[in-house]
């Protein structure tokens, strides 16, 4: 599975859009890119996810390049309860992708008020 | 639906006793795995298991065993509780291959060795 390359940390204000990037240059054909996030310790919850398409639910959007080498997720308005590490993992659909997700150190994100 | 429940939520163990964390997900997901985070750091994968009578080792999986005699039920046993296993372990589980969609995780146990 590709590796992903996100930020150490971001700050947000309040109400403002939050936009969180992700660079997947070696993802391949068949893998789709999942946002997941972990607020203070808890279980890492599931925001979203694509292919190539651009992806909008009552969380997030995701918007991912033409090239399908980066992509961004976008909170459009943050909360101080949106504070929290995401994590951006590229996986294929294969049985064999099981062993090989790779959780990285994900973007540390700071809403202030 | 409760989804991935763990317990216990908090444990503390000293060196050489051994226990066994609870995981259990009412989704009939096909997929159960066991991870573990130690402070500051990413998610790594210990054992995992495509279905009830499979497990297969993950990228850490020394010092601990899992079974899988259901498919809802998914414990992970340490035998001889060291320092180096004090750390949050994650349960989380998925519908079968070929789905797209993501993981549920349940909400941790916060294990202390001394």
């Known amino acids: 599975d590709a590796k992903t390359t996100q930020p150490t940390s971001m700050d947000c204000a309040e109400g403002r859009a939050a936009n969180l990037p992700c660079n997947h240059s070696?993802?391949?054909?068949?893998?789709?890119v999942y946002w997941y996030r972990q607020i203070h310790s808890q279980g890492p919850q599931y925001i979203i996810h694509?292919?190539?398409?651009?992806e909008t639910n009552e969380m997030a959007s995701l918007i991912i390049t033409e090239d399908r080498k980066s992509s961004t997720l976008i909170l459009p308005h943050a909360t101080l309860r949106d504070t929290a590490v995401y994590y951006c993992?590229?996986?294929?659909?294969?049985?064999?992708?099981?062993?090989?997700?790779?959780w990285g150190l994900g973007t540390s994100l700071a809403v202030n008020p | 639906n409760a989804g991935v429940t763990q317990t216990p939520k908090f444990r503390i163990l000293k060196i050489g006793q051994s226990m066994t964390l609870q995981c259990t997900q009412d989704?009939?997901?096909?997929?159960m795995y066991w991870y573990r985070q130690d402070p500051g750091m990413g998610l790594k994968l210990i054992y995992y298991?495509?279905?009830?009578?499979?497990?297969d080792k993950g990228e850490v999986p020394n010092g601990y065993n899992v079974s899988r005699s259901t498919t809802e039920d998914f414990p992970l046993r340490l035998e001889l509780a060291a320092p180096s296993q004090t750390s949050v372990y994650f349960c989380?589980?998925?519908?079968?291959?070929?789905?797209?969609?993501?993981?549920?995780f349940g909400s941790g146990t916060r294990l202390t060795v001394v």
């Open positions: 989380a589980s998925r519908d079968a291959t070929g789905s797209v969609y993501g993981y549920t």
């Open positions: 989704m009939n997901h096909n997929y």
């Open positions: 298991s495509v279905g009830a009578g499979i497990t």
């Open positions: 070696t993802i391949s054909g068949n893998e789709y």
């Open positions: 694509g292919l190539k398409n651009n």
């Open positions: 993992i590229v996986r294929g659909l294969n049985a064999g992708n099981n062993r090989k997700l790779i």
